[in-house]
């Protein structure tokens, strides 16, 4: 059965780090190109960053360009968000989807993701 499973999520103060954990079962990163995305309250989901763990590829939204990092630990089969400076707009539901064989992660994420998590909550206060 595949799954994703988010955690690492919280509240922290402006200016702070979270970093989240996306675990997937059931099926291998060397396949799926990972996507982080978030949801704020009354706004659409947006995405914020992904990764091809086959070849190192990545991207990120411009909002979080130079806070984020994105990096996967194959043999944990696990991929990380690490937020840093964290500001108030970042507060969202933040979820990990994947997609299999993308190849263009470099200049963003695909329309469809073919698996989801359930979600981790961030909360940054002002």
């Known amino acids: 059965e595949v799954q994703l499973v988010e955690s690492g999520g919280g509240l922290v103060q402006a200016g702070g780090s979270l970093r989240l954990s996306c675990l997937a079962s059931g099926f291998t990163l060397d396949d799926y190109a990972i996507g982080w995305y978030r949801q704020a309250p009354g706004k659409e989901r947006e995405g914020v960053s992904g990764?091809?763990?086959?070849?190192?590829?990545?991207w990120y939204a411009d909002s979080v360009k130079g806070r984020f990092t994105v990096f996967s630990d194959v043999a944990e089969n696990t991929v990380y968000l690490q937020m840093n400076s964290l500001k108030p707009e970042d507060t969202a539901v933040y979820y990990c989807?994947?997609?299999?064989?993308?190849?263009?992660?470099?200049?963003?994420?695909?329309?469809?993701?073919?698996?989801w998590g359930q979600g981790t909550q961030v909360t940054v206060s002002s």
């Open positions: 990764i091809s763990s086959s070849d190192g590829s990545t």
């Open positions: 989807a994947a997609v299999y064989r993308y190849s263009g992660v470099q200049r963003g994420l695909p329309l469809l993701m073919d698996y």
